[in-house]
């Protein structure tokens, strides 16, 4: 079945540092890749997306690309800020069927220190 | 944007009584729910894909008798969470998705704590 394997955290950064959290797939398919951010006490809000293969997405300074050939999806922020402060989730959908459910990664926590 | 309502955001109840969790679309139809269950420092697992107007679709694991799905209308979902226990406590949140789209909307979530 659909799964995403994304990296252990907690990650813990010094402000304006460089950040990655990587985050694999196993689809069947051809599946759109999103990432989900959750900031304490909050639900979860989108924070990029790429629907095929050499997609980009990027916001807010994050950016993800999706690879095919590694079935990849990390995500990427040049300089980090205490705000960033939050769970991280990798998901994947296949189809975009209403009744197609996101699959999550277990989710990589990032504390970022001033 | 698509917005999905969902109340309450916190509940407290007495094991073994009965808690009622509502989600809404509001500003489009969502035919299809999707409701999942967070744990403390772990992911988002899927419980049930709810349809409107049919019987929801429960995931492996997942007690239907325990977890009741309702989806009456094209804009509510509701979750009850029946003859709770302390281990039902958990964070719960729907979503939902517009037909041909691969945005997903989702609530804010419910806090439940079964005393």
């Known amino acids: 079945g659909n799964s995403v394997t994304q990296m252990e955290g907690p990650v813990t950064l010094s402000e304006e540092a460089f950040l990655t959290i990587n985050c694999t797939y196993t689809?069947?398919?051809?599946?759109?890749l999103f990432w989900y951010v959750q900031y304490p006490g909050e639900g979860l809000q989108l924070l990029l997306k790429a629907t095929k293969a050499d997609d980009k997405g990027s916001n807010k300074g994050f950016e993800a690309t999706y690879r095919k050939e590694t079935t990849s999806f990390h995500l990427e922020k040049g300089s980090v800020q205490v705000s960033d402060s939050a769970v991280y989730f990798c998901a994947l959908s296949e189809g975009n069927q209403a009744g197609t459910a996101l699959i999550f990664g277990k989710g990589t926590t990032l504390s970022v220190s001033s | 944007g698509a917005v999905v309502s969902q109340h309450p955001s916190r509940v407290i109840c007495k094991s073994g009584t009965s808690v009622k969790i509502e989600c809404r679309s509001l500003d489009f139809q969502a035919t299809t729910m999707f409701w999942y269950r967070q744990f403390p420092k772990q992911s988002l697992m899927l419980m049930a894909t709810s349809n409107e107007g049919s019987k929801a679709t429960y995931e492996q694991g997942v007690e239907k008798d325990k977890f009741l799905i309702n989806h009456a209308s094209l804009t509510l979902s509701t979750l009850t969470v029946t003859s709770a226990h302390p281990e039902d406590s958990s964070f719960y949140i729907c979503s939902a998705r517009e037909g041909g789209s691969d945005g997903y909307t989702f609530g804010s979530g419910t806090r439940l704590t079964v005393v």
């Open positions: 689809a069947t398919g051809y599946p759109s």
